[in-house]
C-alpha cells in the first residue's frame, strides 16, 4: 500500500513542474474502489496538501488547490494545441480533488458553496438525507471547523425567507436511528397523517411543506420506519407520495433522498447527461459519481437502466471526453 500511496503522491505533485500525472490518478480511481483506508494514508502522507484541522479531519489545503490548478491550467494549454477540449481538464481536477478529500470535508464545501452561492437547496438535501446519521454529524463537524459557523445556523440564516426553511434545518440537525426496528402501526397511522396533510393542503406547496406532522415525520424518523410509512401511503391513496409531493421540489427530494436514494441519483445523472443540461446540472455528474461509487452505484445503475432504458455507462461515455471521461467511468462503470 506504502507504493501505491506514494505513485499517486508523485501524480499530485507534479512531473518535475511540468504538469500532473492524470493516467496515475484515474488508474488509482479504480484500483483503490472500496478501501477507504488507503485514501486515508494518502491524505494523512501527503503533508503538501492536507494539514490536521484541529482533529476533526485532515484539511486540503487550499494554497495547493491553487497550485494544482495552475498544474491542470499547464497541461491543459498543451492539450488544447493538439485539440482536445481543455474544459475537461479543469473538470478532471475537481473530480480528483473531491475524490481524494475527507468525505466530512467535502459535503461540508459542497454545503457551503450552495448555501453563499444562492443555488438550489437540492444538493443540501442530498447530504442530509442520504448519508448515515454518523457522516451527517461529521459534515457538520467539518463545517464548523472550516467555516466558524454551524450548518444548521448558516441554513437557517440563508433559507430564512424560504416556505422549506423549518424542513432544511430539521434535515440538517437530524441524527436518525439506523436500526431496523420499525413500528408498523405508528408507520400506518403516520401514513394516514400525510395522506389528510397532502389533501388539505391541495396544489398549495408552501403549506405542505410546512405542515408540522410532514416537518416532523420526515426529519426525525428512521430511514426504514420512512419506507413502511410511504408503502402504506400509497395502500391508502393510490399514489406514490414523490407524486404528491411534486409541488414542492424540497419534499420530493427529501422524500426519494430519504427512501429510493438511487432512483433520486439516477434522476440527477440522467438530468446532467441530458441534451441542454445547464452548469449545475452538468456539475451533479462529478459529485455523485465521487461520492456514490463506493455506497450504492450499482443500484444506482440498476436505477437507471430501470428509468431510462439504458446503461449508465454509456449514457456517461456519450458525454464526457478525455481523461474527465476516464475518471467518471473508473468510478461509474466500477470495472463492470
Known sequence: MAD???HLTRAFSGLGGLGVDEPAMVSALAKWRRQPEKLSGFRKSFNGFFKDHGGVIEKCEEEYMLHLAAEFSRLSM?????GLLWLCLFTVQNLMVMWAMHPWERDA???HHVLHQAHPAAIVV???CTRTAEELLGARKAYQALFHHSLEEDVAYRARDKPYC???VGLVSAYRYEGPRVSEETARAEAKALVAAVKSAGHAAAKLVENDDVVRILTTR???HLVETFKHYKEIHGRHIEEDLGHEETLREAALCLATPARYFSEVVAAAVSDGADHH????LTRVAVTRADVDMDAIRAAYHEQFGGRLEDAVAGKA???YRDALLSLVAGGK
Open 78 to 82: 498543451e492539450m488544447e494545441l493538439i
Open 126 to 128: 442530498e447530504i442530509a
Open 222 to 224: 428512521s430511514k426504514p
Open 281 to 284: 446540472a452538468k456539475e451533479a
Open 166 to 168: 423549518g424542513l432544511l
Open 4 to 6: 501505491e500511496i506514494q
Open 321 to 323: 471526453h478525455g481523461y
Open 109 to 111: 464545501r459542497l454545503a
